[in-house]
């Protein structure tokens, strides 16, 4: 095995995303494009790494951090200029060069390292992976002669009607000897359509120059999908979603609508849970086993135990523990952390609050900045009362507490281990353990009032 290499594109504006945000930076699945392609080609035993970026070079770089160099194209003249821009790094060097697009986000690793083993095999200068499509439109179209071999690849807009006809397509990957490529580098015109330099004509020169040009088919056009535009963008967050759902469903996960629920890469999910539609679940999320989520549920980085349920709930960067259960209707706001067997009910808000296990919120409450024991009982419409307008303020209700209804805890407040607070108290100072409390106005009945008022009309 000769030394690797491997180029990644992602130097390009993406004007036909009419997008603010730099093409290779979309996601797809909740991750950009260039990570996706990044990620990929980290599986391939390659020396060097080199992302040409030009548009968005800042924000590409800080995405993809020190996993690759990078080299500069200030301008951009095209996908062969592109390359030529890693001559510093690669020019020079014997070995391998994989070239591939920031905007294949669903090129897979195996594929491309058949792709190199092919080209390796047939000692070529040059091989392009091709796909077969029954829409070929945008993409370069692959000519062969009559015998079958590569000749040439040329652009859709460059393409006579005849040539428009070819259904197999240039995937924008390649392998190349790098010597070979650089040399031909430098042969590379921009008298076509588009006035750019662009890299498939690299096939052509090498071809004419007397060296083997080969080319590898795929089966799956669907992989090497290139994303110019917001249609493009959906068809790929529909393949990867699908490609997701069945990883998790063969990985012993029921779910209900595949087409329906959407599962960010980074997720894992353990054995017998149920994903009804409706979910999405992002981030960097891990669900147990046995859990139920859904339907219509939100989850953002999120760590969930076994046997949970989260129905028709929003949670996001929490710990949530085992048996617990949550919503319907329920949002559990960052850094939270319910322990085993809680419940978090209808209309419950949670915000950095920790609720202790076997802990209950059943209907309509607000608890933030709080720490709630075991066992606790938190009352109907009862709210910790955090904030002065200023600062916030922690609520300690210790364990086995029942807060009564409709009760307002004003922090910074302790309500003492086993103590009760009754039902429509504005707590504002410490309860003792045992005690109840109740601090609310005492009832007065006026007997007869309304009928007095009836007599003096
Ligand atoms: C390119 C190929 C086409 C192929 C298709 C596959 C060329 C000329 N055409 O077309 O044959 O079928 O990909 O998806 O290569 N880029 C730069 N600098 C530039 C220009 C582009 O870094 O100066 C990057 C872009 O960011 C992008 C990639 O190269 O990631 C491909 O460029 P794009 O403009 O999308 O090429 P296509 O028109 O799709
Ligand atoms: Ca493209």
């Not at 990644?8 to 991750?31: D, E, F, N, W």
């Not at 990985?251 to 999910?269: F, Q």
């Given at each position: 095995m000769s030394n690797r290499y491997a180029i990644?594109?992602?130097?390009?504006?993406?004007?036909?995303?009419?997008?603010?945000?730099?093409?290779?930076?979309?996601?797809?699945?909740?991750?950009p494009m260039v990570q996706h392609v990044m990620d990929q080609v980290n599986n391939l035993n390659i020396e060097k790494i080199?992302?040409?970026?030009?548009?968005?070079?800042?924000?590409?770089?800080?995405?993809?951090?020190?996993?690759?160099?990078?080299?500069?194209?200030?301008?951009?003249?095209?996908?062969?200029?592109?390359?030529?821009?890693?001559?510093?790094?690669?020019?020079?060097?014997?070995?391998?060069?994989?070239?591939?697009?920031?905007?294949?986000?669903?090129?897979?690793?195996?594929?491309?390292?058949?792709?190199?083993?092919?080209?390796?095999?047939?000692?070529?200068?040059?091989t392009v992976l091709t796909a077969v499509t029954e829409n070929p439109a945008g993409y370069g179209r692959v000519l062969r002669n009559a015998e079958g071999h590569v000749e040439k690849i040329v652009e859709h807009k460059?393409?006579?009607?005849?040539?428009?006809?070819?259904?197999?397509?240039?995937t924008g990957t390649y392998c190349f000897d790098n010597k070979a490529l650089f040399s031909a580098l430098q042969n590379v015109s921009n008298e076509n359509a588009q006035g750019e330099y662009y890299l498939p004509d690299v096939i052509e020169i090498l071809k004419s120059a007397g060296h083997i040009v080969t080319a590898s088919r795929t089966e799956d056009f669907e992989e090497t999908l290139g994303v110019n535009d917001r249609v493009a963008l959906s068809q790929a967050e529909a393949i990867l979603k699908k490609r997701i759902n069945e990883m998790h469903m063969r990985?012993?996960?029921?779910?209900?609508?595949?087409?329906?629920?959407?599962?960010?890469?980074?997720?894992?999910?353990g054995r017998d849970t149920v994903i009804h539609p409706g979910s999405i679940i992002k981030g960097e999320s891990?669900?147990?086993?046995?859990?139920?989520?859904?339907?219509?549920?939100?989850?953002?980085?999120?760590?969930?135990?076994?046997?949970?349920?989260?129905?028709?709930?929003?949670?996001?960067?929490?710990?949530?523990?085992?048996?617990?259960?949550?919503?319907?209707?329920?949002?559990?706001?960052?850094?939270?952390?319910?322990?085993?067997?809680?419940?978090?009910?209808n209309f419950v808000e949670i915000k950095k609050a920790v609720i202790g296990e076997g802990s209950k919120a059943s209907h309509l409450s607000y608890i933030g900045d709080a720490e709630v024991g075991n066992d606790v009982n938190i009352g109907c419409g009862s709210i910790t009362v955090n904030y002065d307008g200023k600062n916030k303020y922690l609520t300690k209700i210790e364990d086995h507490v029942f807060i009564g209804c409709n009760?307002?805890?004003?922090?910074?407040?302790?309500?003492?281990?086993?103590?009760?607070?009754?039902?429509?108290?504005?707590?504002?100072?410490?309860?003792?353990?045992?005690?109840?409390?109740?601090?609310?106005?005492r009832q007065i009945n006026k007997e007869d009032y309304v009928q007095n008022l009836k007599i003096n009309e």
């Open positions: 990644i594109l992602a130097a390009g504006q993406g004007t036909r995303m009419k997008s603010k945000l730099y093409k290779v930076l979309h996601p797809v699945c909740g991750k080199v992302t040409i970026i030009g548009h968005g070079a800042e924000l590409v770089k800080e995405q993809l951090g020190d996993s690759c160099e990078y080299a500069l194209q200030e301008e951009q003249l095209g996908t062969a200029h592109a390359v030529m821009q890693a001559a510093q790094q690669l020019a020079g060097l014997e070995g391998t060069t994989l070239v591939v697009c920031g905007d294949t986000p669903l090129i897979k690793a195996e594929t491309m390292d058949a792709l190199i083993k092919t080209h390796e095999e047939a000692h070529a200068a040059a460059d393409a006579t009607e005849e040539e428009r006809q070819v259904t197999e397509i240039n990985n012993g996960v029921t779910i209900i609508d595949p087409s329906n629920t959407y599962i960010e890469t980074g997720v894992t999910i891990i669900i147990g086993e046995d859990c139920v989520i859904g339907p219509h549920t939100e989850i953002k980085n999120c760590e969930i135990g076994n046997s949970s349920t989260v129905r028709h709930s929003a949670a996001f960067e929490s710990i949530i523990g085992s048996y617990v259960n949550i919503g319907p209707f329920a949002h559990i706001r960052p850094d939270s952390d319910i322990r085993d067997k809680a419940k978090i009910g009760s307002n805890l004003v922090a910074p407040v302790t309500i003492g281990r086993g103590a009760y607070v009754a039902a429509g108290s504005t707590i504002t100072e410490d309860v003792p353990e045992d005690a109840l409390s109740i601090a609310r106005a």
